[in-house]
T-cell receptor, first 113, second 112 residues
Framework: GQQVMQIPQYQHVQEGEDFTTYCNSS?????IQWYKQRPGGHPVFLIQ?????EVKKQKRLTFQFGEAKKNSSLHITATQTTDVGTYFC?????????????FGTGTLLAVQP | SQTIHQWPATLVQPVGSPLSLECTVE??????LYWYRQAAGRGLQLLFY??????ISSEVPQNLSASRPQDRQFILSSKKLLLSDSGFYLC???????????FGSGTRLTVV
């Protein structure tokens, strides 16, 4: 079945350093979404990318969808302690059930002040 | 605006006991509804999803079942819990157009 892997599993940074998590799918995706889950909380939707090669920014966060629509990345510039949490990508199979998302394995970000 | 309610927040149940977790959505009609399970420190596993009343799709064979008796109500059940059923259960909804999911606050289930 479809698999969505993320690397790294865990990253510890000093506040102010940059952070990137990578998402790779075994199949072509129709779109990719990103979610953030704070410790003890529930996932919160951040953004959706649809087009091949698309890049979107939200303040210090930059999201990218690969040209082949099989990978994506999330880059955080100058991390802050409020960025702590697990970041999940989630994708839908191209041509698959339109409302079924498969979540990636997640990257846990720890930020040391 | 739309809201999603999930309860209870925490639950400790003995092995072999039944389970019923409820999720309701307000402020929208005919949402897609989902149940996910998250093991400690792990990713999200899709258990069930529903595109309408009485329509349930099961993603993994297991000890759980789901029902959608009303448009905005989604219930996760088990007749006899196993230790392996412990985890963080999350309900979510989305519009049929395939936008982002909105998750409930989750239920932490511990089977003892």
């Amino acid at each position: 079945g479809q698999q969505v892997m993320q690397i790294p599993q865990y990253q510890h940074v000093q506040e102010g350093e940059d952070f990137t998590t990578y998402c790779n799918s075994s199949t072509t995706l129709s779109n990719i979404q990103w979610y953030k889950q704070r410790p003890g909380g529930h996932p919160v939707f951040l953004i959706q990318l649809v087009k091949s090669g698309e890049v979107k920014k939200q303040k210090r966060l930059t999201f990218q969808f690969g040209e082949a629509k099989k990978n994506s990345s999330l880059h955080i510039t100058a991390t802050q302690t409020t960025d702590v949490g697990t970041y999940f990508c989630a994708g839908r199979n191209y041509g698959g059930a339109t409302n079924k998302l498969i979540f990636g394995t997640g990257t846990l970000l720890a930020v040391q002040p | 605006s739309q809201t999603i309610h999930q309860w209870p927040a925490t639950l400790v149940q003995p092995v072999g006991s039944p389970l019923s977790l409820e999720c309701t959505v307000e402020g929208t009609s005919n949402p897609n509804l989902y149940w996910y399970r998250q093991a400690a420190g792990r990713g999200l596993q899709l258990l069930f999803y529903s595109v309408g009343i009485g329509q349930i799709s099961s993603e993994v064979p297991q000890n759980l079942s789901a029902s959608r008796p009303q448009d905005r109500q989604f219930i996760l059940s088990s007749k006899k819990l196993l230790l392996s059923d412990s985890g963080f259960y999350l309900c979510a909804w989305s519009f049929t157009g395939g936008d982002g999911y909105t998750f409930g606050s989750g239920t932490r289930l511990t089977v003892v």
